[in-house]
């Protein structure tokens, strides 16, 4: 295992050149919320609009969608026409990444339209960040999993974690499951792990138990698909995005205490991060 350390992670780093637009920077489609739950869907939206990724698009319900015209303005809105994740938005092929999960349900819908939104960006080749509620849809039909597009990212909590090992065999090894996806698993936690298809395993040493809150990897699943889009590799955007998540909690857990801050706090100053790794 090897650890991440500003130092390298200031070598991924891209620059934005002086001519250029937001079309160049990457657009990223956020699959999130539902009427039961709006706010993952602003949290991670929220997030992404930090990532410095070019465009978001929101589809979402009526209700996450209002949200987040209130409080996210520079992101589009695309609405479902159910209480939940029922129908895919038009033209994939205009999106560099997708972002399911946050707050999504498992609703018979929503699988059945999480079936054909896997098999479209396979076809397409768009990278995906499967999170949360999505990732519990693969691990009732693990079928699913060989239509993951090459190169996306999985954000696995350890329940989450241990119902997608037991999905494709009792005792399946993390290492394993990451080459069947063919994508980065991100096993949330206390100094997280990312694991590689190629079986390589780095700690990610920021972050502590003031993460520990509602939200918080609704944010991380944001902005890491949104560095996806920017253009990032899977591998790049786990661990930037898992460092920068980490060092913002450490930011607030200094400035705000670790019981005081919460995960919109968290959406809100990831810049303080992104500015401590450019300038270290």
């Keep these: 295992m090897k650890e991440l350390t500003s130092d390298c992670l200031k070598g991924f780093l891209k620059g934005r050149d002086n001519n250029s637009h937001k079309g160049c920077y990457g657009h990223l489609l956020i699959i999130a919320g ?4 709006p706010g993952a869907a602003v949290l991670a939206t929220s997030a992404a609009l930090q990532s410095g990724c070019g465009l978001v698009t929101l589809h979402s319900t009526r209700r996450a969608l209002d949200s ?7 992101a589009m809105l695309s609405q479902d026409p159910g209480d939940c994740f029922s129908q895919l938005p038009r033209d994939l092929s205009r999106y560099n990444a997708v972002c399911i999960g946050p707050g999504l349900g498992k609703a018979a819908c929503t699988m059945k339209a999480f079936s054909n939104l896997l098999e479209q960006c396979s076809n397409c080749g768009i990278p995906m ?5 999505a990732l519990n849809l693969l691990a009732e039909k693990p079928d699913e999993m060989e239509h993951i597009p090459s190169g996306s990212i999985l954000t696995p909590h350890p329940g989450e974690l241990k119902r997608l090992l037991d999905s494709v065999h009792a005792g399946t090894d993390i290492t394993v499951l990451s080459e069947k996806c063919r994508s980065v698993i991100i096993a949330k ?7 590689l298809p190629e079986g390589d395993v780095f700690i990610n040493p920021t972050g502590g138990p003031g993460l520990a809150k509602a939200g918080s990897g609704d944010v991380l699943a944001g902005l890491t698909a949104g560095l996806l889009a920017r253009g990032y590799s899977a591998i790049e955007a786990s661990m930037l995005g898992t460092w920068i998540h980490g060092t913002t ?24 991060a992104f500015h401590k790794l450019y300038s270290e």
């Design 34 to 37: 539902c009427q039961d739950m």
């Design 68 to 74: 987040a015209a209130a409080n996210c303005p520079p």
């Design 129 to 133: 960040l499967i999170d949360a509620d």
């Design 189 to 195: 936690g206390y100094r997280s792990r990312i694991i």
């Design 249 to 272: 909690g450490d930011i607030l857990s200094r400035s705000m205490t670790m019981e005081s801050f919460n995960s919109l706090h968290v959406a809100q100053n990831l810049y303080r």
